[in-house]
């Protein structure tokens, strides 16, 4: 326990409340509407836009107190103000603002919300969190050491993300060279599946909704190519009245509508029968063609690129029709060909995960070594020496 630890003398263990004060805002968003001005006016998201006034004239911190991305701490320049979801807090003398930020970002504030709708969290609650104390020069020794040391995890996580996204981009590379080079006669997609648009959404009303049942699988099954977190289901009399819906194994389901059109999945062996919603398409695939080539072929750019140019533009861009979906061009090699190249196409896919892995390993690594470094500075434990990462 830190008030067991032995400190320095001079250091002393005190609470976050005696350190610093909260200051609220009464603003909302909407009373912005026609202010013009000079000084930033931020929300949870980030900058609102500029306005007349101001409500603090020196640096403070603020933290979103309600709503998305509650908890979350942020350094603030001067003249500039926060709306009401989020609040002020301000450093006491001898309080380093540096300081003060490491500190409350080493905090664990999931464990302080309340609310399930709209969460919140209260300084009354946290305000008792504990807080290392020592005299302003030291405080400003541990910042120069922190930012050191995040400076440097910052960069290594950088590179870590542009590599990981390197990874998923050559992946995508290779998908579309494989497409683009074979030699292959082409065939209309309606000749090589069947077609089956989700129902009306009239037909599916929340008042028709049963506690278990057959299941209406939605958008985010497609999205995130998984059977499991289902929210809804119809009773045996709809399911029949909704037959032509069903999903079967073989399957495969595609987002119809908004940024994530076209994305796809393969429906699986051994899911819970259901029927599919009004925002998904079903894709049946007829003889002598591979559902992986199709799954493939769909999740490539140049698919990705038509379906997108079909939809128009639109700010939300929906699936053409399926009359026109019928008719766009599929290379469509012999069935025996088209295992060949599901084989390499996965064969790559899978050492291209191993190295997404690795990456990933390395960013997860870096977020636990700032957490680290954190809980050692504020027991009192942070050495002077370089952090290495």
Known sequence: MKDKLRLPKGWEMRTVGDVCERGSSNVSQNQLHDELGDYPIFGASG?????????????????VKDGSGVGRVTKMD????????????????????????????SIDF??????????????????????????????????AILDEAFAAIAKAKANAEQNLKNAKELFESYLQGVFENGNWET?????????????????????????????VYEQKHAIHDHFNQLRYFIDEEKFNE????????????????GVTLGRVAIVPEGIKRGIINQALLKLTPKKNISVHFIKYWLKSNIFQKI?????????????????????????????????????????????TKKI?????????????????????????????????V
């Not at 709209?118 to 005299?135: A, G, T, V």
């Not at 990456?359 to 050495?383: D, M, P, T, V």
């Open 47 to 63: 900058l609102i836009k500029n306005v007349s006034f101001y409500h603090q004239a020196m640096p403070y911190l603020s933290i």
């Open 78 to 105: 001067a003249y500039t103000s926060v709306i009401g979801t989020l609040q002020y807090i301000l450093p006491k003398e001898n309080i380093d603002l540096n300081y003060l930020f490491y500190n409350l970002i």
């Open 110 to 143: 999931k464990k302080y919300v309340a609310g399930a709708a709209i969460p919140h969290i209260y300084f009354k609650d946290y305000k008792n969190e504990p807080f290392l104390w020592m005299p302003l020069p030291e405080q400003q020794r541990i910042v």
């Open 187 to 215: 065939k209309k997609w309606g000749d090589l599946c069947d077609f089956v648009r989700g129902p009306f959404g009239g037909s599916l009303k929340k008042n028709i909704f049963k506690e278990d049942g057959y299941v």
């Open 242 to 257: 909704m037959k032509r819906f069903e999903l079967l194994a073989g399957d495969i389901i595609m987002s119809c509508s």
């Open 307 to 351: 379906i997108f140019d079909y939809s128009g533009g639109a700010a939300i861009p929906n699936v053409p029709s399926a009359k026109i979906l019928k008719g766009i061009a599929i290379p469509c090699p012999t069935l025996k060909e088209q295992e060949r190249i599901v084989l390499e196409i996965e064969n790559v896919l899978e050492e």
């Open 356 to 388: 997404e892995a690795i990456y990933q390993q390395k960013i997860n690594h870096l977020e636990e070594l700032k957490k680290s470094i954190l809980q050692k500075a504020f027991n009192g434990e942070l050495k002077t020496e370089t952090v290495l």
